[in-house]
């Protein structure tokens, strides 16, 4: 199997590298090979891929409210053109989306076919790249939407959290937030398998025994591991289980403060509901995903070292 991976050195990307590396030859591209801003449905056609995996994104949350052009050129411009090479060549594409394609007013987790309506211009070049794949005739594809992601490599809540925590004597956290934190690994892992399912239909017919889908795999789906939680409630226990492991903390345990969202205003509106509903994942794809605690206490015991 012959699998070109964008965005490599990202999050995401970082550990797709070492997931998707056994399933056949991979091609791993960083900005610098595969930048979405430039064209790509030559360097695309040149590799001739049999599954494309995109996770390289325009990610700048707050920025984007100021530069919705290039938002849009790299989370739904450059998608549309790896859509159409995959359909070119017959390829799956596999594409990470987000709970901010939402306006996070229900009272319950979203479901996969639940309205969409963006906050952000985040959001709407985010859900503007998934109707692009889904508007290239004969593009099979998968696209993930997920939620807090968080990974040992790069720049996230996770990292900022411990890194006040070791600095300072109290902190103040949102509270009225509903989310599911995801690790990247996580993400990785089970795109990995999801590939191999897909393959072995294509290679054995919608009705084989292991693939419980079928015909009806390909499609999106919301990847979130099981559980839910406060930004702050997240913040807690990855605290705790950071002094658990005898990392350096200064902050007490009753010294982190839940607020409203409203205490920290951003030119970007959030999602007060960011839970996604993962049950269609689940009952396809044969899975049962962890609770979110599982990942986190790996995070932290990876840095502890």
Not at 157 to 175: C, E, G, N, P, S
Request: hydrophobic share 45%; glycine share 10%; charged share 20%.
């Amino acid at each position: 199997m012959k699998i070109l991976l964008f965005g490599a050195n990202g999050q995401v990307g970082w550990e797709l590298q070492r997931a998707l590396a056994p399933l056949g030859r991979l091609t791993a591209l960083g900005h610098a090979e595969g930048n979405l801003e430039e064209p790509l449905r030559g360097l695309i056609a040149g590799e001739r891929p049999q599954v494309i995996v995109n996770a390289a994104a325009y990610t700048a949350v707050d920025k984007a409210e100021s530069e919705p052009e290039r938002a849009l050129r790299v989370n739904a411009g450059a998608v549309g053109e790896m859509a159409l090479a995959a359909a070119e060549l017959g390829a799956l594409l596999v594409h990470y989306s987000t709970d901010y394609v939402f306006d996070g007013e229900k009272s319950t987790p979203y479901e996969v076919d639940d309205a969409t309506a963006p906050l952000s211009v985040y959001g709407a070049s985010k859900l503007a790249g998934e109707q692009a794949i889904r508007a290239a005739a004969g593009c099979r594809h998968l696209i993930f939407r997920t939620s807090w992601v968080y990974a040992v490599r790069g720049k996230n809540f996770a990292h900022t959290i411990l890194q006040r925590a070791r600095t300072m004597d109290q902190l103040k956290v949102v509270a009225d937030t509903l989310g599911v934190p995801t690790s990247a690994e996580l993400l990785a892992d089970v795109t990995a398998l999801a590939i191999q399912r897909l393959a072995f239909a294509q290679q054995h017919g919608a009705g084989a025994a292991a693939t419980p889908g079928g015909d009806q795999l390909p499609g999106t789906y919301h990847l979130v591991p099981s559980g839910e939680t406060t930004w702050h409630g997240y913040a807690s226990f990855l605290i705790e289980a950071a002094r658990a492991r005898g990392l350096p903390i200064k902050v007490a345990a009753g010294a982190i403060a839940p607020v409203p969202a409203s205490t920290f205003p951003a030119p970007a509106r959030r999602p007060l509901n960011s839970r996604l509903d993962k049950r269609l994942l689940e009952q396809r794809f044969g899975l049962q995903l962890p609770d979110w605690r599982v990942h986190v206490r790996r995070f932290v015991a990876e840095i502890a070292g």
